[in-house]
């Protein structure tokens, strides 16, 4: 509700009436004490061991500096941050962005390797087309400086409005379609691909409840233990029946040791007769 009244007081209907302003203002304050009243209440159940868990230290983050910055005009546009606090509060949005941290070690692994392609790329345009812009056969100043390339390349990474830039470089580089074509290949569809494949791979290996949550058929641990309690009642019967035939196969023994044991006694004394 806090992120939509944001939303809002953007509006001209808004920003253009002091006296509404101002009401958006006292709306928002209210919501900033809520918020602090509930990290308080939490700060006295967990103690100290608030700072342990990540998405509380995360949510005093957002209020102390909502708090701290809540006069500097500036800083009062990143308040509209505070709606992220609504990933502590649904355990879905949770899952997924545990899920994207864990991957973080091969994303960077992946940003490394892109960002070595872009130096490669960024170099040998530079070298290539950097004369274009002061000899004005480009409209725009694509690659007269590292910097200025980066940017290019970064564009032309996303695809947007690549084919023109290089229909410019074309027109006077006839072969220079070759890196261009080269580059996207290689930056726009197998690295962009792997970084989203790589995000896929760490969705589907969330545990098999948290899918289950992911995909709303999850049932709670109370369902879960009473379904198995039939189950439980049965394995306790088994257990009994088969202790009661352990005991009955226990006395069968014993009086079978018992017989064998009259036997050799009654064979001791018939020797000791016959020897005597």
Request: one cysteine or more; charged letters at 20%; a negative charge.
């Amino acid at each position: 509700v806090n992120a939509i009244m944001m939303g809002i007081g953007t509006f001209d209907f808004v920003t253009e009436n002091p006296e509404r302003e101002e009401r958006f203002e006292l709306v928002d304050k209210i919501f900033l004490i809520i918020f602090t009243v509930e990290l308080a209440l939490q700060f006295l159940y967990h103690g100290l061991r608030l700072f342990l868990d990540g998405w509380l230290v995360f949510d005093f983050a957002i209020i102390v500096l909502s708090w701290a910055f809540a006069e500097a005009q500036i800083i009062r546009a990143f308040r509209i941050f505070r709606a992220l606090r609504l990933i502590t509060r649904v355990e879905v949005m949770r899952n997924l962005v545990v899920a994207l941290f864990s991957v973080m070690p091969r994303m960077a692994a992946i940003g490394l390797l892109l960002l070595l392609i872009f130096y490669i790329f960024a170099v040998m345009f530079t070298q290539l087309f950097k004369d274009m812009w002061e000899e004005e056969q480009t409209e725009y100043d694509y690659f007269s400086r590292l910097d200025r390339t980066f940017f290019t390349l970064f564009q032309i990474m996303t695809l947007d409005a690549w084919a023109d830039v290089a229909r410019d470089v074309m027109a006077v580089y006839p072969w220079a379609w070759v890196p261009f074509i080269a580059f996207v290949i290689i930056s726009g569809f197998i690295v962009v691909n792997l970084i989203i494949a790589v995000i896929c791979d760490a969705i589907s290996a969330l545990h098999e409840d948290e899918r289950a949550k992911l995909h709303g058929t999850y049932e709670s641990e109370s369902e879960d233990i009473e379904d198995d309690e039939p189950d439980s009642e049965e394995q306790i019967k088994a257990l009994e029946a088969q202790v009661e035939e352990l005991t009955r196969i226990q006395e069968s023994t014993m009086m079978t040791l018992e017989y064998f044991t009259q036997q050799l006694q009654m064979v001791h004394l018939q020797q000791n007769q016959t020897d005597s």
